[in-house]
T-cell receptor, first 116, second 116 residues
Framework: AQTVTQSQPEMSVQEAETVTLSCTYDTSENNYYLFWYKQPPSRQMILVIRQEAYKQQNATENRFSVNFQKAAKSFSLKISDSQLGDTAMYFCAFMIWLNRDDKIIFGKGTRLHILP | GAVVSQHPSRVICKSGTSVKIECRSLDFQATTMFWYRQFPKQSLMLMATSNEGSKATYEQGVEKDKFLINHASLTLSTLTVTSAHPEDSSFYIC????????????FGDGTRLSIL
């Protein structure tokens, strides 16, 4: 069975600082996808970034980047130049590739506070 | 990008009422949709996987007679909470995935259900 672990329940950083959210996962599969979703107070689930397991290059989306370590089964999210609007719950998620009924396995989340 | 519309966003009703929540993919066909429940300050809990034209697959512990799911078309899935009671009060979120392999799930904005 696949599991996703986020070891930081809550974090706070000052605006403009860089913050890293950790995520580890466990799977015996070789082909899979990893995601980071953001859930602000509005509770809308927003896809932040995704990584294909077969790609060695770390995904980046503007201020958001990941450090994907496949052998270590680690998938951390780095937010650079953090902004007040980054305050949200962040969920790390895992999905097996090319399965019609594939499910996303979510971690328990990290609540991130960006302080002015 | 892909858009998923969920309606209604907020429901308040009396105990014993049945409540229907709709989830629509607006600009893509979704053969598979997912229904989640989220308790305050917790992660998303998958309730069931909805497949177009076939019966939904429910997760262990989810009562299929309480939470009726219908996926009659490629763009619409509905969740009906039958004879709702206060313990059914929660935040319900749907998601839909584009058919191509490895695509992320796109989420609706959620429905806050309050049973009095």
């Amino acid at each position: 069975a696949q599991t996703v672990t986020q070891s930081q329940p809550e974090m706070s950083v000052q605006e403009a600082e860089t913050v890293t959210l950790s995520c580890t996962y466990d799977t015996s599969e070789n082909n899979y996808y990893l995601f980071w979703y953001k859930q602000p107070p509005s509770r809308q689930m927003i896809l932040v970034i995704r990584q294909e397991a077969y790609k060695q290059q770390n995904a980046t989306e503007n201020r958001f980047s990941v450090n994907f370590q496949k052998a270590a089964k680690s998938f951390s999210l780095k937010i650079s130049d953090s902004q007040l609007g980054d305050t949200a719950m962040y969920f790390c998620a895992f999905m097996i590739w090319l399965n019609r009924d594939d499910k996303i396995i979510f971690g328990k989340g990290t609540r991130l506070h960006i302080l002015p | 990008g892909a858009v998923v519309s969920q309606h209604p966003s907020r429901v308040i009703c009396k105990s014993g009422t049945s409540v229907k929540i709709e989830c629509r993919s607006l600009d893509f066909q979704a053969t598979t949709m997912f229904w989640y429940r989220q308790f305050p300050k917790q992660s998303l809990m998958l309730m069931a996987t909805s497949n177009e034209g076939s019966k939904a697959t429910y997760e262990q512990g989810v009562e299929k007679d309480k939470f009726l799911i219908n996926h009659a078309s490629l763009t619409l899935s509905t969740l009906t909470v039958t004879s709702a009671h206060p313990e059914d009060s929660s935040f319900y979120i749907c998601s839909a995935r584009e058919p191509a392999g490895g695509q992320p799930q796109h989420f609706g904005d959620g429905t806050r259900l309050s049973i009095l």
